[in-house]
């Protein structure tokens, strides 16, 4: 029988990125786990987002690309509450050694985590308008 860890590298794809000698181990961390585990739940995190825009600004819709930009940006840097969801489903998908390595160093590998988050979804935005069309 597989451990918990063992299936969780198993649907994740491998490293995302370049990782050397030279990467810094935050780097590393990024493109062997943050990246693989992001692309993964892709889906996800738009389901999470389009929720979000429901519940807090139903107007999102209307709003021209760069506006929709920095409400993605605001709303994760400014609702903790909701960075902190977003942070616990990224987290959720970690092997217990790369949960030891994130908790040495978490602060540093959040604001990673968030970037990527961010950049994720306003790489997206396109879709929220076509996902948004279809079910109305």
Do not use: C
Request: glycine share 2%; charged share 30%; net charge positive.
């Amino acid at each position: 029988m597989e451990t918990r860890d063992e299936l969780l590298l198993k649907l994740r794809e491998n490293t995302i990125g370049i990782v050397s000698e030279n990467s810094s181990s935050e780097e590393k961390f990024q493109n062997q786990t943050l990246r693989p585990i992001l692309k993964l739940n892709n889906d996800l995190f738009i389901e999470s987002f389009r929720n979000y825009i429901t519940k807090h600004k139903n107007d999102f819709y209307s709003l021209s690309v760069e506006k929709k930009l920095a409400f993605i940006e605001n709303a994760i840097q400014r609702d903790i509450k909701y960075r902190n969801t977003l942070k616990g489903m990224v987290i959720a998908w970690f092997t217990m050694d790369e949960f030891q390595n994130y908790i040495t160093n978490s602060s540093n590998l959040n604001k990673r985590m968030m970037t990527l988050v961010i950049e994720r979804l306003k790489s997206q935005v396109q879709l929220f308008e076509l996902i948004e069309r279809n079910t109305v």
